[in-house]
């Protein structure tokens, strides 16, 4: 069974300047999640959906932060304009449904610098 | 609120040392736990989880048991490995049915030979 995949693994980008990350859930997953993770820390989730819907944004920068799943299977997350203290690794996590017994599959991370 | 606390580290054993990593957390109602980690160069994984208080979680050696009373979920594995070494975090889901995570600040592990 393939995991969850994200892409980019990496990207450099200068304050306000935009960037977009990608994520594609495993298979059948209706639940997907984008969490953020700054060095030395743990996650924290930005938002969840389940299917195209959003559960929980309380924790998304609004302002700045965006996050679209179409058609309830990929999804981006985008940063315009980036700030410094956006710096963290991306990580997208999917789950079969929403209760708390459903495990969450990470995917590998995008790792943004902004310089 | 919820919230979790984790043991600093970082933590470098010996191999076939005893481990031992603290995690306390602060929620309402009766959430699940969960100790995930990340191994170097890949994504976090799920190591083992209690549901309910007294349940025990334990996977590949390591066990974890949720005590109530003190708002634990302490990580241990009677003899660690070389192949150990990696981040570990102490995550709590709430009660509520929307399974968000929170998690601990994770601690790293190092198993020398």
């Known amino acids: 069974e393939a995991g969850v995949a994200q892409s980019p693994r990496y990207k450099i980008i200068e304050k306000r300047q935009s960037v977009a990350f990608w994520c594609n859930p495993i298979s059948g997953h209706a639940t997907l999640y984008w969490y953020q993770q700054i060095l030395g820390q743990g996650p924290k989730l930005l938002i969840q959906?389940?299917?195209?819907?959003?559960v929980d944004d309380s924790q998304l920068p609004k302002d700045r932060f965006s996050a679209e799943r179409l058609k309830g299977v990929d999804s981006t997350l985008k940063i315009q304009p980036a700030k410094l203290e956006d710096s963290a690794v991306y990580l997208c996590?999917?789950?079969w449904g929403g209760g708390a017994r459903n495990e969450q599959f990470f995917g590998p991370g995008t790792r943004l610098t902004v310089l | 609120g919820n919230s979790v606390t984790q043991m600093e580290g970082p933590v470098t054993l010996s191999e076939e040392a005893f481990l031992t990593i603290n995690c306390t957390y602060t929620a309402t109602g009766y959430p699940s736990l969960f100790w995930y980690v990340q191994y170097p160069g890949e994504g976090l994984q799920l190591l083992l989880k209690?549901?309910?208080?007294?349940d025990k979680g334990s996977n590949k050696g390591f066990e974890a048991t949720y005590r109530k009373e003190t708002t634990s979920f302490h990580l241990e594995k009677g003899s660690v490995q070389v192949s150990d070494s990696a981040v570990y975090f102490c995550a709590l889901s709430d009660s509520n049915g929307a399974n968000n995570l929170f998690f601990g600040t994770g601690t790293r592990l190092t198993v020398i030979p």
């Open positions: 209690a549901t309910k208080a007294d």
């Open positions: 959906f389940q299917n195209n819907g959003v």
């Open positions: 996590a999917s789950s």
